[in-house]
C-alpha cells in the first residue's frame, strides 16, 4: 500500500487495532482485511460469494478509491462492531423521553457514532409543568446536560464525539437558542442549526412577522418580526459559525418515507437527514482516482451517460474521467453499504428497526477538488458546476440502478410499501433496496487516509499544519508540488513563502495558469461556494455538506445573502465558517486575515 507520512499518523493514532497495553497490534493492509471481510460476511444470509466479495472490498480499499465510514473502519469485526455514522434520536417532553435519548446518545457516542437531535418538542422556558407545580427550564437548559455528558463520555469512546442540536425557528426560545453559542464556553460538544420553514422565509421575503407555538399546548404564544429574527441568526454565525440553517420543509418534500415519519433532525455535519430512531451508512468514492491519462482516440463511454468530457493536456498528457471505472465503483460501494446494514451490532433495538426498515446508505465523494485540478478546470467555473452535476447524476443513477438490482436479488426495503417509490415503474422491477442511496460528506479524516482533497471542498490552502485527532499534521498539495517540479518553479524557499500565505496570489514566479488552477477556498466567493453546493444537491438523496468559507473581514450582509441565496438555490442548509470567528485548528495564513 501507498499510504501517506500524514495518512499512517491518522491510522495509527485511532484506526488500527491495539491489545490490552494500548500497542498497535495491526497493520493497514490487515484492518482494510479486517474490514472487508466482515462487510462480506453479510453475503452469506443470500448465498453470496463471501471470499469473493472480501476480496473486492479490500482492493478498493486498500487502493483508497473508496472508503466507509470512520465507525466502519474503527469497529467492523470488533465485538462492538457498530458501523453506522449518522443517527438521529427523538427528545420527548417529558422526563424519561429526555433523559431516555440521552442513555441511548451515550451508548452511540461511545461506539463512534454521531447524534443528531431536534429539541422542538420541549415546552419553553417558564412553562408551566402540571404534574410538579413547578415551571420549566426550556430547551437549552437540557442541551446543556447533553453537552455535559457528551464531554464525559467521549473520553472513553470509539473516536470524540459529536452532536447536532436543532430547534425550530417557530419555538418560544428560538432567540436564546440563536445566540447561545456567543458564549464560548457554551455547547462546545455540539453544533447547533435553526430549523427554517417556508413560512418564515416568506414572511422575511414580506418583512413581516410570524407566530412563535408552545409545543406543549399549540397556542401562539407571541409574534416576532421575521426579520429581527433573521439578523440575529446572522450575528451569531458571523460571530461564531453557529447556527447553521436546515430548510425543514425543503428536507421534507424529499423525504422518501413519510408514511412512516417526519424528519425533525440531521446527523452532525448536517448531510443526513433522519427519521427519530433513524440511522445511516455512509461512504465515499475517491474522484481523484477516476482520472486518467489517455492518448489517441476517446475510450467508450458507459451506455446511457454523461457526454463525454473534452480531454485536457496537463503536463505532456491528456487526461478525462474513467466513467467505467465510476461505474463499477458506485455499485460496489452500493453493495458494501447495504451489507454493512445487515452486519452492523446496533446500540438500541428502535435504531435496528427502523435503519433495517429503510434501509437508508449514504454513497458520496471525496477528492472533486483533485478531480478539476487534474482535468485543468478552475473550481469556481461555469465548466466546473456543470461537471459536478454531471458526476453526481452519473453517480446517483448507477447506485439506484445498482439499488434496484439488489432489490432483485435480497429484497426491497420492508417500508417501500407506500414510499415515495412504490409507484409502477418501480415496483414492477422488484422497488429498491435502499430508500436513500446518495450523501455527500464531509470525510474529514477520510480523505486524509485517502489522501486527497476534503469531500467537495476546495483545498483550503496549498500548504498549511492543522491538528486532528491531537495530532499536528503539515499538508501540502502534492499535484502543486508535481505541477512546479515539471513547470520548473519549484524551490524549497518558494514552498515555505506559500505555506505562509496560503495561496498562489502575488507569486510572480508561478504562472498564471497555475494560479488559476490552484484556487483556494478563502479566494472563491460565497456565491460559488453556494453554487457549487447546489450542483451536488440537485443529484443527491439526502443532503450535502458544504462549508461556505469566509474570510475575516466578511460583512455580516455578505452572511445575510449567503443564507438567502442557499434557500433560492435549492440547498438543504447551509453552513458559514468565517476565518477566525471561534478558537481552530488552523494555522493563521496572511490570505485570509
Same mark, same amino acid.
Given at each position: 500500500m501507498n499510504l501517506s507520512e500524514n495518512a499512517l499518523k491518522v491510522l495509527e493514532t485511532r484506526y488500527l487495532l491495539r491489545d490490552e497495553q494500548g500497542n498497535i497490534k495491526e497493520t493497514p493492509e490487515e484492518m482494510f482485511h479486517r474490514v472487508a471481510n466482515a462487510v462480506a460476511s453479510a453475503e452469506l444470509l443470500y448465498g453470496g460469494d463471501a471470499e469473493d466479495w472480501g476480496a473486492k472490498y479490500y482492493e478498493a480499499m486498500s487502493d483508497l478509491l473508496f472508503l466507509p465510514n470512520t465507525p466502519t473502519l474503527i469497529n467492523a469485526g470488533k465485538d462492538l462492531g457498530q458501523l453506522a455514522?449518522?443517527?438521529?434520536?427523538?427528545?420527548?417532553?417529558?422526563?424519561?423521553?429526555?433523559?431516555?435519548?440521552l442513555k441511548n446518545a451515550a451508548l452511540i457516542l461511545q461506539s463512534g457514532g454521531g447524534t443528531g437531535f431536534s429539541f422542538s418538542h420541549l415546552r419553553p422556558r417558564s412553562d408551566v409543568v402540571k404534574s410538579t407545580g413547578g415551571i420549566a427550564s426550556g430547551p437549552v437548559s437540557f442541551m446543556k446536560i447533553y453537552n455535559t455528558a457528551t464531554e464525559v463520555i467521549k473520553q472513553g469512546g470509539a473516536r470524540r464525539g459529536a452532536n447536532m442540536g436543532i430547534l425550530r425557528i417557530d419555538h418560544p426560545d428560538i432567540l436564546e437558542f440563536i445566540k447561545i453559542k456567543r458564549h464560548e464556553e457554551e455547547l462546545l460538544n455540539f453544533n447547533i442549526s435553526i430549523s427554517v420553514t417556508d413560512a418564515f422565509m416568506q414572511a422575511l421575503k414580506n418583512d413581516s412577522e410570524y407566530d412563535l407555538v408552545n $409545543?406543549?399546548?399549540?397556542?401562539?404564544?407571541c409574534r416576532l418580526r421575521a426579520k429581527d429574527v433573521f439578523n440575529e441568526i446572522v450575528e451569531s454565525a458571523w460571530e461564531t459559525g453557529d447556527p447553521g440553517i436546515i430548510f425543514?420543509?425543503?428536507?421534507?418534500?424529499?423525504? $422518501?418515507?413519510?408514511?412512516?415519519? &417526519?424528519? +425533525?433532525?440531521?446527523?452532525?455535519?448536517? =448531510?443526513?437527514?433522519?427519521?427519530?430512531?433513524?440511522?445511516?451508512v455512509l461512504g465515499s468514492i475517491n474522484l481523484s482516482k477516476v482520472v486518467k491519462a489517455v492518448s489517441g482516440q476517446r475510450s467508450a463511454v458507459s451506455k446511457g451517460n454523461t457526454p463525454p468530457l473534452k480531454k485536457v493536456e496537463r503536463?505532456?498528457?491528456?487526461?478525462? #474521467?474513467?466513467?467505467?471505472?465510476?461505474?463499477?465503483?458506485?455499485?460496489?460501494?452500493? !453493495?458494501?453499504? /447495504?451489507?454493512?446494514?445487515?452486519?452492523?451490532?446496533?446500540?438500541?433495538? +428502535?435504531? %435496528?428497526?427502523m435503519h433495517k426498515g429503510? !434501509?437508508?446508505?449514504?454513497?458520496?465523494?471525496?477528492?472533486?477538488?483533485?478531480?478539476?485540478?487534474?482535468?485543468?478546470?478552475?473550481?469556481?467555473?461555469?465548466?466546473?458546476?456543470?461537471?459536478?452535476?454531471?458526476?453526481?447524476?452519473?453517480?446517483?443513477?448507477?447506485a439506484r440502478d445498482a439499488s434496484a438490482e439488489l432489490a432483485r436479488q435480497r429484497g426491497a426495503f420492508p417500508n417501500f410499501k407506500g414510499s415515495v417509490y412504490d409507484t409502477p415503474e418501480f415496483s414492477s422491477n422488484g422497488g429498491l433496496r435502499n430508500a436513500t442511496?446518495? &450523501?455527500?460528506?464531509? &470525510?474529514?479524516?477520510?480523505?486524509?487516509?485517502?489522501?486527497?482533497?476534503?469531500?467537495? %471542498?476546495?483545498?483550503?490552502?496549498?500548504?498549511?499544519? !492543522?491538528?486532528?485527532? +491531537?495530532?499536528?499534521?503539515? %499538508?501540502?498539495?502534492?499535484?502543486?508540488?508535481?505541477?512546479?517540479?515539471?513547470?520548473?518553479?519549484?524551490?524549497? =524557499?518558494? #514552498?515555505?513563502?506559500?505555506?505562509?500565505?496560503?495561496s498562489l496570489r502575488g507569486f510572480r514566479e508561478i $504562472? /498564471? /495558469?497555475?494560479?488559476? #488552477?490552484?484556487?483556494?477556498?478563502?479566494e472563491i466567493s460565497p456565491e460559488a461556494h453556494i453554487e457549487v453546493q447546489a450542483?451536488?444537491?440537485?443529484?443527491?438523496?439526502n443532503a450535502v455538506s458544504k462549508t461556505i468559507n469566509l474570510k475575516h473581514r466578511t460583512t455580516r450582509n455578505d452572511v445575510a445573502g449567503a443564507f438567502l441565496l442557499a434557500y433560492e438555490k435549492g440547498c438543504k442548509g447551509i453552513t458559514v465558517f468565517r476565518y477566525g470567528s471561534k478558537p481552530g485548528t488552523l494555522v493563521k495564513l496572511d490570505e485570509v486575515d
Open positions: 455514522a449518522c443517527f438521529v434520536l427523538p427528545v420527548d417532553d417529558s422526563m424519561t423521553g429526555i433523559f431516555d435519548s $409545543p406543549r399546548s399549540n397556542q401562539v404564544k425543514i420543509d425543503r428536507i421534507n418534500r424529499d423525504n $422518501p418515507t413519510p408514511h412512516i415519519g &417526519t424528519i +425533525e433532525s440531521t446527523n452532525p455535519c448536517g =448531510e443526513q437527514p433522519l427519521l427519530p430512531y433513524e440511522s445511516c503536463g505532456g498528457f491528456l487526461y478525462e #474521467i474513467d466513467w467505467d471505472s465510476l461505474a463499477y465503483l458506485v455499485k460496489l460501494g452500493v !453493495r458494501f453499504l /447495504d451489507s454493512t446494514i445487515d452486519v452492523n451490532k446496533y446500540p438500541v433495538p +428502535e435504531i %435496528e428497526k429503510n !434501509r437508508k446508505i449514504g454513497l458520496g465523494v471525496m477528492g472533486w477538488a483533485d478531480m478539476l485540478i487534474k482535468l485543468g478546470i478552475r473550481y469556481n467555473s461555469p465548466k466546473a458546476y456543470k461537471l459536478a452535476r454531471d458526476v453526481m447524476s452519473f453517480i446517483r443513477n448507477h442511496t446518495t &450523501t455527500i460528506a464531509p &470525510t474529514g479524516t477520510l480523505s486524509l487516509i485517502a489522501a486527497c482533497s476534503s469531500g467537495i %471542498e476546495p483545498l483550503f490552502a496549498i500548504a498549511y499544519k !492543522r491538528l486532528v485527532l +491531537e495530532t499536528e499534521l503539515y %499538508e501540502i498539495n502534492l499535484y502543486f508540488l508535481e505541477t512546479a517540479r515539471q513547470r520548473g518553479f519549484y524551490s524549497q =524557499e518558494l #514552498i515555505e513563502r506559500v505555506s505562509k500565505k496560503g $504562472p /498564471d /495558469d497555475v494560479k488559476k #488552477i490552484f484556487v483556494t477556498s478563502h450542483a451536488f444537491q440537485d443529484f443527491t438523496d
